[in-house]
């Protein structure tokens, strides 16, 4: 059974505070805290923009057309490294991802 906390008045009233302080544009895209847990359990934090925009540190930022063009060749890559790799690093990386996936259930996430 999940808790909620509920914010105090004056805490909303400055969360809000923060909001409108920020630029329209930072608002208005799309931008979530994402909470990453690798195999060894160890947490990092990543935020996820929306479709054809990047992180640079402060906001979203849109990509340019170089940019996505290097990502997609990279990706060309990687499956082709992935495949030439076997079938005995796929079952390594599926068997990490679980661990992973454990770890993050016991940190309640």
């Known amino acids: 059974m999940k808790?909620?906390?509920?914010?105090s008045p004056s805490q909303l009233k400055e969360?809000?505070?923060n909001i409108l302080k920020q630029k329209a544009s930072d608002?208005?895209?799309e931008r979530k805290l994402v909470v990453k847990v690798n195999a060894k359990g160890a947490r990092r934090k990543k935020v996820?923009?929306?479709p054809g925009k990047k992180w640079d540190?402060?906001?979203c930022v849109v990509q340019a057309a170089s940019e996505k063009l290097a990502i997609k060749i990279a990706h060309r890559k990687a499956s082709k490294t992935k495949k030439a790799k076997g079938a005995?690093?796929?079952r390594k990386t599926t068997k990490l991802r679980n661990k992973a996936l454990k770890k993050r259930k016991g940190q309640g996430l």
């Open 57 to 59: 540190g402060t906001k």
């Open 48 to 50: 996820v923009c929306g």
């Open 3 to 7: 808790t909620f906390n509920f914010k």
């Open 27 to 29: 608002v208005i895209t």
């Open 88 to 90: 005995g690093a796929a």
């Open 15 to 17: 969360d809000i505070k």
